[in-house]
């Protein structure tokens, strides 16, 4: 079930919402790209926005 609902978050992004997103994306990544923005998934459950 893990891998199917990563590839279809992976695949279609906008259907989701970020918080919807992040909860699930904490499985297969550190950091990801949502919507145009880099965010970093920390250990402590905090979630960082990064500014470029």
């Not at 989701?16 to 998934?41: D, E, I, P, S, V």
Request: charged share 35%; hydrophobic share 30%.
């Amino acid at each position: 079930m893990k891998k199917r609902i990563e590839k279809e978050m992976q695949k279609h992004p906008h259907r989701y919402k970020l918080h919807q997103y992040l909860k699930y994306a904490r499985q297969w990544c550190f950091a990801l790209a949502y919507k145009g923005k880099l965010y970093t998934l920390l250990d402590d459950g905090r979630i960082v926005k990064e500014n470029s």
